[in-house]
């Protein structure tokens, strides 16, 4: 009976072993994405970052920019870092972006692939893997091999660079003294001006004498092509 006990327990222990390294190999191959900012005003970069669990051994690919979506695109190509953790590594990609529509924008999602780093050239990671070519899984080459890690997509709220308030107040163009000058800084035209009457000071005499020079060389190399009309004969 005790054999019976001990052989269940050993089972047991092998089967939460396997089970516990299978979902260690799964959590490793989750990608998750978040964004810099859940909003942003219109114009203004603000980044998609992903991270995902690279074993070691392995090519990683993904793109270098997002696809562009409707008031959305790519600002930058991809930037990433890596940190080793054990015998792998964790990846963090970092897209920057750019918005140009208000309201609640869509970032679209990408898709991360990983496979064995064999004869796979490519820049090198400290996790003994690679950063493959994204071309080779476009061209689906070699795409069986390859396990596919998707990151879903975002959203973004766009603000307006006009604010509530100024639409309430009403828009209003400049007044015109600010066009005219009433509201200049008068101390900073006094000194712009100054400074342009010493460089024009500065500078009128060497105008002057560079066309004195010029119109001298002018008039010697005109003497110098004359010919006597006795010599002509």
Do not use: C
Request: zero cysteines; glycine letters at 8%; hydrophobic letters at 45%.
């Amino acid at each position: 009976m005790r054999q019976v006990h001990l052989a269940f327990a050993i089972s047991w222990v092998l089967a939460v072993g396997t089970s516990t390294s299978s979902l260690t190999g799964q959590a490793s191959l989750v990608a998750t994405g978040t964004l810099s900012a859940d909003t942003v005003g219109q114009g203004n970069v603000f980044e998609f970052s992903v991270e995902i669990g690279v074993p070691p051994g392995s090519a990683v690919y993904f793109p270098d920019t997002l696809p562009n979506a409707f008031g959305l695109e790519s600002f930058r190509t991809v930037g990433w870092v890596v940190e080793a953790v054990g015998d792998g590594g964790v990846l963090t990609l970092t897209y920057p972006l750019i918005a140009f529509e208000i309201g609640l924008v869509p970032v679209p999602g990408l898709d991360v692939f990983i496979g064995p780093a064999t004869e796979i050239e490519g820049q090198p990671l400290p996790t003994r893997s690679v950063i493959g070519k994204w071309s080779d899984v476009a061209a689906n080459s070699g795409s069986e091999t390859l396990e596919r890690v998707p990151v879903a997509r975002q959203s973004v709220w766009v603000a307006s660079p006009i604010l509530l308030e100024d639409i309430s107040a009403g828009l209003e163009p400049r007044l015109p003294s600010d066009v005219l000058g009433a509201n200049w800084d008068w101390l900073s035209l006094i000194v712009i001006f100054s400074l342009s009457a010493v460089l024009l000071v500065a500078v009128t005499p060497m105008a002057k004498k560079l066309l004195t020079n010029r119109s001298t060389e002018e008039e010697l190399s005109e003497a110098s092509v004359r010919v006597d009309p006795a010599l002509a004969r």
